[in-house]
């Protein structure tokens, strides 16, 4: 059965700025309660579940900081393997394919994540 996505609210537009920390949220993706992540990249809000492809930890290297320090790339913290923030793309290091990326959309001040087939709010969501 294939369901319709859904639009279910983030966080505010202020609430993530150009390179900063990320918003971390909750999914369900295959079934499996993970950890996402949103952040700002030239503009763009992009988002992807926070697991790194070459073992299935999460980035930080400190709560919610995924960018490396020059701001271009997404590091886990764990191996070093480099992520693209506009495509979730291996850039460097042990890393395999890519981040599993979230579909997200803008309007009106807030940034919203968008359900799929496999993806699911982990939780019923909150309005802002």
Known sequence: MTLTPSFYPLCS????P???LAVPFDVVYDGEACRAFAIRYEGQPQAYLNRCSHVPME???QP????????????????????????GQCAGGP?????IKITLSERQGVVFWHSADNLQPAAPPIPL
């Not at 890393?95 to 981040?99: D, K, Q, S, T, V």
């Open 13 to 16: 537009s202020a609430e993530l």
């Open 18 to 20: 150009e390179g900063a």
């Open 59 to 61: 980035l930080d290297w």
């Open 64 to 87: 919610n900081q995924v960018f490396d320090d020059s701001g271009q790339w997404l590091i886990c913290a764990s191996h070093g393997a480099a992520y693209h923030p506009e495509t």
């Open 95 to 99: 890393c395999r394919g890519g981040l």
